[in-house]
């Protein structure tokens, strides 16, 4: 039996549903609606890619806040800046710009931000006591005062004010003044306070209550290593070198390239007859700044003491007329003497009376060390005891011009009249490197 095909429908009819119906008519009026917003500018074109969001200027605030308590300054610092960048007019944010940058040892830029601040708002008391902080660091004690009695007038009751009068007072040695002011200026949540009152504390001599106020100060902020360096400054005054040695390493923790910490650890280990450790760390410091003259300078007394007297001569050469150096990774840098200043004057002798002392025939240091003792008496004509240094190494140098030159080979052996080095700088042995209370 054939079946015809003929007579079969091998097709199924599709029926539209209602329902898809109105699916697509749903779809096609979204699509106009999408497309009307795009035409009046309603909504971003799709696929475009996404644009980067503005920070505002409180989380760059926060942002210094954040670094500030890392003991990141100079961070604090940046974002501080970025954030007065958006918002110009915010007082509070030039207030904290001034402080960080005080404590980030930048006490010219201090003085303009707490300016501009004043400006702003000439009535704000803190603006005024960050002036006065910013003034005393610029050793502008004057001003510094006339600024903090006015924060105090503002508001007699700013801890701030009171704080920052309290070191303006010690800084000019008015000690019963300060001592008020400081306690007036008590919070025990202040790292600010604890800080200004250990810092009267140890100017009185009183170091083991200056120690308690760091540390307390330490506490409230354990990351600014300026307060680590004044409570090893304070330990290093009771003679407790250890223990002032482990405050200034933490301190280099926190910032490995502040060259003060790495002077103040090498004037530790001088003071303990550690020559070879504080030449090492002297540097180190040289490693990071070898334009610093007053490193180099400061290193040439330790050799000097370390009885390395050609050492010493190259450094104070450095200190005193310049040179150029080279670095151990090969950096070359210039460095420019130091004027014939009190500061200096130590170095100047130093290296006159090492010049003298090993000034031979064959090495005529005496051709420089005579300019020198010129330079030296004309500059102090009433200290005995550079006078007498001065007049020793002229007769030193006298013999040496003197002296028979000796044949190659033969040993060299200094008259039995000629004054042994080691006594020719006796007046100061001690380097010039006393660390200030500034970070």
Not at 22 to 35: K, N, Q, T
Not at 81 to 88: C, D, V, Y
Not at 244 to 267: G, H, K, M, V, W
């Amino acid at each position: 039996m054939y079946l015809s095909k003929s007579g079969l429908n091998l097709r199924r009819t599709r029926r539209n549903s209602p329902m898809r119906i109105a699916i697509y008519v749903i779809v096609i009026m979204a699509g106009l609606y999408v497309l009307n917003l795009d035409r009046q500018g309603v909504i971003d074109k799709p696929f475009l890619p996404t644009s980067t969001a503005t920070r505002s200027p409180i989380s760059f605030a926060e942002e210094a806040k954040e670094q500030f308590s890392l003991g990141r300054l100079d961070n604090a610092v940046q974002a501080y800046q970025k954030a007065i960048e958006l918002e110009s007019t915010r007082i509070d944010y030039w207030i904290q710009l001034t402080r960080v940058q005080v404590y980030a040892n930048k006490p010219k830029d201090a003085v303009k931000s707490a300016q501009t601040a004043i400006l702003i708002d000439p009535k704000n008391s803190m603006a005024h006591a960050v002036h006065a902080l910013a003034l005393d660091w610029n050793a502008d004690y004057a001003a510094a005062s006339d600024a903090a009695v006015r924060a105090i007038q503002l508001d007699p009751n700013n801890a701030l004010a009171h704080a920052y009068y309290a070191e303006i007072l010690t800084d000019s040695q008015r000690w019963a003044q300060a001592g008020d002011e400081a306690r007036l200026a008590f919070d025990p949540n202040s790292m600010d306070a604890y800080r200004t009152f250990g810092y009267y504390m140890e100017s009185t001599g009183n170091y083991r209550q200056a120690i308690q106020a760091y540390q307390s100060a330490i506490k409230i902020n354990p990351n600014l290593g300026f307060l680590y360096k004044q409570t090893g400054v304070n330990f290093r005054q009771l003679r407790e070198y250890d223990i002032a040695i482990q405050y200034f390493q933490r301190a280099q923790a926190i910032n490995p390239n502040d060259i003060e910490t790495y002077i103040l650890i090498s004037r530790t280990y001088f003071q303990t007859g550690e020559y070879g450790r504080a030449s090492q760390y002297l540097e180190s410091a040289l490693e990071l700044q070898p334009e610093n003259a007053k490193l180099h300078g400061q290193l040439g007394m330790v050799y000097f003491k370390a009885l390395n007297y050609e050492g010493a001569i190259e450094e104070l050469q450095c200190a005193v007329d310049g040179c150029d150096w080279e670095t151990e990774k090969k950096l070359k840098v210039k460095v420019t003497g130091l004027p014939l200043e009190k500061g200096n004057l130590e170095f100047y002798y130093t290296y006159s009376s090492v010049l003298s002392a090993l000034s031979t025939p064959e090495k005529p240091y005496c051709k420089r060390s005579l300019p020198l003792m010129d330079q030296i008496k004309a500059f102090a004509p009433d200290d005995k005891v550079v006078a007498g240094i001065v007049q020793e190494n002229i007769n030193i140098c006298g013999i040496a011009a003197n002296a028979t030159p000796k044949p190659i080979g033969t040993p060299t052996r200094a008259p039995l009249n000629q004054t042994p080095l080691a006594t020719v700088t006796a007046a100061k042995p001690t380097p010039t490197f006393t660390p200030t209370r500034r970070p």
